[in-house]
């Protein structure tokens, strides 16, 4: 299965990396640096498990900065990229991701306050790898 993520922040990257131990992903990201990063099995992100699997796992992933090509093949598509959501009346906010799967049969947005794991748990039954 082809699935395209977008963005390479904390969610979307977690969630690339994942997929890619059984799919073909690619990560599209507006930032070259990370681009090359990923690409050089490097993580733009501190995390320990993102840092091990891409310089552990045979993983089948692949960043560019090219959305058109990303998008244009893929069965998949997983925006995960920051929004601004309100908190309350004081109009303070909180930068918050939001995920949403698109597929060829519709599309599936997922709540954002999930925890992380649930978050995760959610999206893989959505493509049915379990």
Known sequence: MKITVSGTGYVGLSLAVLLAQNH???AVDILPEKVKLINDKKSP????YIENYLLEKELNLTATLDEKTAYEDAD????AVPVIAKMDSTSQS???GIVL?????????LNTMLPMNMLKTRILNCIRLF
């Open 94 to 96: 909180l930068i918050a």
């Open 24 to 26: 073909q992903v690619t």
């Open 76 to 79: 998949f598509v997983i925006v």
């Open 101 to 109: 799967i698109a597929s060829m049969s519709g599309m599936t947005e």
């Open 45 to 48: 992100l501190r995390d320990e």
